[in-house]
């Protein structure tokens, strides 16, 4: 108790008044009393308060005991008071304790002395009461503060308890609202459900249990929760208490990282055999073609070896001259056919004149190989991309054509090339009909996801809209230097 004990004495009697400072005085060295003994200094003394303590009589001339202890506990609730009385009975004592008296104490010699154990027994009560009130006040606002949802049901499912982000998680109006409703129905599966009660019977706690519960508005939930049962001294189980925190968007995001992946694994496989069917395409070209030419023109040498060595007259000497003048147009193709081969694998115009003339090439092979009409116009000017990134351009602009323009069966589209701001766009617009849905093929959609990729990988991103009755539009757009690069001219 920090400083001098203050205690109020209430009574009339001189000598009482004495009597109680003296049997006081002896327990509390350090105290101050103040005397009342009429009315009005009562009131105006309990307006100076608050008091540690007060002591009162019974009987007083101009009032009674109980109505003391109802004006004092009006003015100062937690202040403790012990009745100190030579009359009454024990009917008066039961009134006064239910009315919130600490504690009666008769003035005869063979009682008085218990006054001062009284005084601090009825002290350490009241010290034990503002405890217990601070804690339940602490309680309370972290209760009601935690943003983390705190709850406590009964066994029948009576919801006895929530605090306010509880309530706001599962998205009723009030708390009681929500305590009309029976908790085993905020259960998003019976499955669910059964789960998370046998765990909780099992064990007696559970931790991190995720679940789905259903909010006011019947959207379901993702939670996890912390729960444990509470029993009796009996060990049966009175009722179950816990938290339970909201993890839909972390699921969400799971989710999203799960699909992710597999999209990934996906892709990477498809890749790994679409460069596979790109080799077998190409080992056939080189067999069919270049083989077959090189076989030709070694049986025209071979023809043309055996006429000059095998003694021939002057008729087999003119064959073999006329034999070897078409082999220069024989060689002449070959090397066409390897330039084919090599153009498809890496047009040479895109290192000897950039990349606006290497569109403009593929623009044109794209329209005279699938009757496609195609118009190109470039807005480009001095603009230069690292090779790196012009090849990567290229490659999405043929991917456009090939897994947009041609499978959607157009019969014409429009290709723009430009620079706005940092940014190389290339803008591929075809009028063929556009599959949504689940009508796009796995094949497709990978070969959309991969040039989705090959955009991200150079901070860049490729956008396809599709507009109703007009076909799409393939929108790429490649930042011209790298992060952190300095621009030069």
Not at 441 to 454: F, Y
């Amino acid at each position: 108790m920090r400083g001098a004990l203050n205690i109020l004495l209430v009574e009339d009697n001189p000598d009482d008044r004495a009597l109680v400072i003296r049997e006081l005085s002896r327990e509390f060295p350090d105290r101050h009393f103040t005397q009342v003994s009429d009315s009005k200094q009562l009131t105006s003394t309990l307006e100076r308060g608050p008091w540690d303590l007060v002591v009162t009589d019974y009987e007083l001339h101009w009032s009674d005991g109980i109505s003391i202890l109802l004006a004092v506990k009006g003015r100062w609730p937690d202040c403790p008071v012990i009745m100190f009385t030579g009359s009454g009975n024990e009917e008066i004592a039961v009134q006064a304790m239910k009315a919130g008296l600490d504690d009666y104490v008769l003035k005869s010699p063979k009682h008085r002395a218990r006054l001062s154990a009284a005084a601090v027994l009825a002290l350490d009560r009241a010290r034990q009461r503002r405890a217990l009130r601070e804690a339940e006040t602490l309680y309370q606002h972290l209760f009601n503060r935690v943003p983390v949802g705190l709850f406590c049901v009964a066994l029948d499912g009576r919801i006895i308890e929530a605090n306010p982000a509880m309530i706001e998680m599962l998205g009723y109006p009030d708390r009681q609202t929500l305590f009309e409703v029976d908790a085993n129905s905020l259960f998003a599966s019976p499955t669910e459900r059964r789960r998370w009660l046998a765990a909780v019977q099992r064990s007696g706690v559970v931790e991190r249990f995720e679940l789905r519960l259903r909010r006011c508005d019947g959207k379901p939930i993702w939670v996890e929760i912390n729960a444990r049962a509470v029993k009796d001294e009996q060990g049966r189980t009175r009722h179950r208490e816990g938290s339970a925190e909201d993890i839909t968007a972390r699921k969400r995001a799971e989710e999203r990282l799960r699909d992710s992946r597999e999209q990934l694994r996906a892709l990477i496989a498809y890749q790994q055999s679409v460069r596979e069917e790109e080799r077998s395409r190409l080992a056939r070209g080189v067999q069919h073609e270049v083989d077959q030419a090189l076989a030709a023109l070694k049986l025209d040498l071979a023809w043309v070896e055996k006429r000059l060595t095998g003694g021939a007259g002057p008729s087999s000497l003119s064959s073999a001259l006329e034999r070897l003048e078409k082999l220069p147009e024989a060689v002449d193709s070959i090397m066409d056919t390897i330039r084919k081969i090599a153009s498809e694998l890496r047009p040479p115009v895109l290192d000897e004149s950039g990349l606006e003339a290497a569109i403009e090439w593929q623009t044109r092979e794209f329209e005279g190989r699938t009757g496609i009409k195609c118009q190109f116009d470039s807005k480009v000017r001095n603009a230069r991309l690292e090779p790196e990134r012009a090849t990567a351009v290229f490659r999405l602009f043929q991917e456009t054509l090939t897994n947009i323009v041609q499978q959607a069966k157009a019969t014409q589209a429009s290709i723009h090339l430009r620079v706005e701001g940092d940014k190389l766009v290339l803008a591929v617009e075809g009028n063929g009909r556009t599959d949504t849905g689940r009508k796009i093929s796995r094949a497709r959609t990978l070969d959309l996801l991969g040039m989705r990729e090959r955009a991200t990988i150079l901070d860049g991103e490729v956008n396809i809209s599709s507009r109703h009755g007009k076909g799409t539009l393939v929108d790429v757009r490649i930042p011209l230097h790298r992060p952190g690069e300095l621009k030069t001219n």
